[in-house]
């Protein structure tokens, strides 16, 4: 290929010898290759908007488009017959550092993918993860937002959030209400057991079926436990709890039967034990 006129006489001549086929082949490859990343990009959007969030569809269709053109462009100077190991080596050491370095982001990124298709929970949910109880908040690429009971936000990396049993509060169309109420041992039990479930019967929020259950147990020298067992509809839970609880309780005391308040140990220096 002819030198270029260059300043003071001088020229700058063309390292490489290029015939003209293989530079529109490579213009054709890396015009193919804008346009099917831009194809690939557009498709994966659309596909991923409509099963998960932005955050995560724009992720994804990014990585997808810079890759489609990297590989053009790697596939377009291959055709020059420009040595293209340089760039392959150099970008499996960029790859290997940036994996190292963000392995943590990473992680939560994939983890927060996984969320999104297998959907075990959704904004708005009472969700329980380990120690951690409260609202569904906010769901994003790498973390997850929960409002606690106690009104307090709790961020958790969506790899920890995927690795840990969650326990989703609202799943089914109704759950168990359960109470121990220990009773004196000069009380009748059978009369405690049927106000308890006589007050359970009375109640709208406490569902016929399944059948409510209230028997005696943990029987000993200091009284027993009646134990309460009914079910209530998931979103009324809560206020069934908390009300049922206190009508119980009433009516066992109105009714002269002794609540037993819960007993503790207490060690003393000079190693006697007192209750």
Known sequence: MAGLPGLGGASLSWPLSVSLDQLLTAILILAVGIVAALLVRGRVYIYLSKRTSRDISVAISRILFYTILFLAGVAALAQLGIDVSVFLVAGGIVGIALGIASQTVASNLIAGVFLYLERPFKVGDPVIVGSIGGVVYDISILSSKILKWDGVMARIPNEALFKSNVDVLNKSLARRVEYRIPVKETSDYSKAAEIALNAIQEEPLALAEPEPQVFVDNISERGAE???????????????????????????????????PPQRLVSLKDGQAKT
């Open 226 to 260: 009646i134990v309460i067992r009914f079910w209530a509809p998931s979103d009324q839970w809560f206020n069934a709890k908390i009300k049922m609880l206190s009508i119980i309780v009433r009516r066992l005391l109105d009714a002269g039967i002794e609540i037993t």
